[in-house]
Nanobody
Framework: QVQLVESGGGLVQPGDPLRLSCAASGGAFNSYTLGWFRRAPGKEREFVANIRRSYTNVDYADSVKGRFTISRDNAKNTVYLQMNSLRPEDTAVYYC???????????????????WGQGTQVTVSS
């Protein structure tokens, strides 16, 4: 059974960059579609980005497109989320997730994933 651990969260100022990491242990990392979600206070968990088994097959929420970049390093069993030009509205707990790859799924829904990390807090404030 795969386990996921996020890291890299923190307090940054608007416009700053931040990179989140999610390290996996166990399971078949190379076979998974990996995603990032976030939950802001008082809001539902929302999709941020995903990356399929192919490194080039990625998808982003409109709210982060052009600012965030998802990537994976299969040799390190790690998925990353590079966040640039951060805004106060990006403040949230960020979660990574793993799902069994399936071309019929969009992997934009939490139900598309079977394993979740514990989350890491990102706060964007001046």
């Amino acid at each position: 059974q795969v386990q996921l651990v996020e890291s890299g969260g923190g307090l940054v100022q608007p416009g700053d960059p931040l990179r989140l990491s999610c390290a996996a242990s166990g399971g078949a990392f190379n076979s998974y579609t990996l995603g990032w979600f976030r939950r802001a206070p008082g809001k539902e968990r929302e999709f941020v980005a995903n990356i399929r088994r192919s490194y080039t097959n990625v998808d982003y929420a409109d709210s982060v497109k052009g600012r965030f970049t998802i990537s994976r390093d299969n040799a390190k069993n790690t998925v990353y989320l590079q966040m640039n030009s951060l805004r106060p509205e990006d403040t949230a707990v960020y979660y990574c997730a793993a799902g069994s790859s399936n071309m019929m799924k969009t992997f934009r829904r939490p139900s598309d994933y079977h394993t979740w990390g514990q989350g890491t807090q990102v706060t964007v404030s001046s």
